[in-house]
């Protein structure tokens, strides 16, 4: 029997012909008045998918986040749930729950009580509910909190009480709205790890919206980057950072340097890009651009080497410059290195060892360097 492990690591049904979406948005736009929320989108998401909505506010994922849940209907296009179309089917209706940023439970009951809510709303016998309180609590590692009331509980309990009262229902999607946005920073990264393991173990799909991108990364399978109410791009967390498809999602996610140029040549698998004050880059690619076209180059922070002196074939991929800023973070050491072009690059590095017996100066003359396949060509 495979671990939960080696199931999250080989699980990949988008990349299967054969497989079916669970999940469909087909050719969906929202409008308020004159304001297109999400325009003409189409995307799908698979079934035990841990699915991450990611961008910046007003970039409509919420909003899709709500068709789905069914608080607001499309104004064109279909949304399908497991083969059927969820046109005017209501909330309570819908095999789906979700869970808000602000938990909104009820400040009047316990525990247990706001996890029972919906099971009794929804006619459950007595004795299964308290069955299922009791599992959902033992899930969510709150057996002794049951009888307090939420204000007797800290914030990443509350969260936890949230999750349990979303999950009593045993929804086949559960949707899940900023849901750590509350939480400090450490708390949310512990949490981040549990939404994980207990998506595996239910064998649910959750769908969640998010501004937070080390959040997405660190938890979804695949991630769409949205912007004005279109996707982006749709791959895993690897395939965003490391190969992202524009200009856009490359200055989106994480730290980036980018370069703008000409096409100097383009061939047998690489561009050569003619960039500010002789600066030659050459890129692996399949791309064959124009020679003379504009094309930029993207590269990781932790792509660059900053070395003290040139390095051999220091005519490409190479350029010479000035330490403008040093920033020692315990774990790496963030460099800002302005170029004789005026540009600034930032690099980084790790700090395998406890000490350096010579460390890098402001102002010291440095050069940085980077390999043909450490970064990709912007064709946009």
Same mark, same amino acid.
């Given at each position: 029997m495979k671990s939960l492990g080696n199931i999250r690591r080989t699980f990949a049904p988008w990349a299967d012909p054969a497989s079916k979406p669970f999940i469909s948005f087909k050719n969906v736009t929202k409008k308020f008045g004159d304001f297109t929320a999400v325009n003409d989108l189409s995307l799908n998401i698979y079934h035990r998918e841990f699915f991450a909505l990611l961008g910046a506010s007003g970039?409509?994922?919420? @909003?899709?986040? =709500?068709?789905?849940? *069914?608080?607001? !209907?499309? @104004?064109?296009?279909? +949304?399908?749930? %497991? *083969?059927?179309?969820?046109? *005017? @089917?209501?909330?309570?209706? =819908?095999? +789906?729950?979700?869970? /808000? !940023?602000?938990?909104?439970?009820?400040?009047?009951? @316990? +525990?247990?009580?706001?996890?029972? /809510?919906?099971? =009794? !709303? %929804? *006619?459950?016998p007595k004795d299964e509910i308290i069955e299922r309180v009791m599992q959902m609590l033992k899930m969510v590692k709150l057996e002794q909190f049951a009888s307090r009331k939420p204000n007797q509980l800290s914030g990443g309990q509350r969260q936890r009480v949230a999750l349990a009262r979303s999950l009593a229902k045993r929804p086949k999607v559960l949707l899940l709205d900023e849901p750590l946005g509350a939480l400090d920073k450490k708390l949310r990264e512990e949490t981040q790890f549990e939404l994980m393991d207990l998506q595996q173990n239910l064998g649910l799909t959750f769908v969640v919206v998010t501004h937070d991108q080390e959040e997405a990364m660190t938890m979804a399978d695949r991630i769409a980057v949205m912007s004005h109410g279109k996707v982006i791009q749709v791959a895993t967390p690897a395939e965003i950072y490391e190969a992202p498809n524009s200009r856009f999602v490359a200055d989106f996610i994480g730290d980036v340097n980018i370069f703008d140029g000409q096409v100097a040549s383009a061939g047998a698998g690489r561009v050569e890009i003619a960039v500010d004050s002789g600066l030659t880059i050459k890129v692996a690619t399949s791309d064959k651009p124009a020679k003379g076209s504009n094309a930029g180059f993207a590269i990781r922070p932790e792509k660059l080497k900053v070395l003290r002196h040139p390095p051999p074939h220091s005519s490409v991929n190479a350029a010479s410059g000035e330490l403008w800023d040093i920033g020692y973070l315990g774990d790496m050491t963030v460099f800002h290195v302005k170029l004789k072009s005026g540009k600034v690059v930032k690099a980084s590095s790790l700090n395998a060892q406890r000490a350096v017996d010579d460390p890098f100066t402001y102002d010291q003359e440095v050069w940085i360097s980077f390999a043909e396949d450490a970064g990709v060509l912007l064709r946009d």
């Open positions: 970039c409509g994922k919420s @909003t899709l986040l =709500r068709m789905l849940a *069914g608080f607001e !209907q499309p @104004t064109s296009g279909e +949304v399908i749930l %497991d *083969g059927t179309n969820l046109a *005017g @089917t209501p909330p309570h209706r =819908r095999p +789906v729950n979700m869970m /808000f !940023q602000s938990y909104a439970l009820f400040p009047h009951m @316990t +525990v247990e009580k706001n996890i029972a /809510f919906g099971l =009794r !709303q %929804d *006619g459950m």
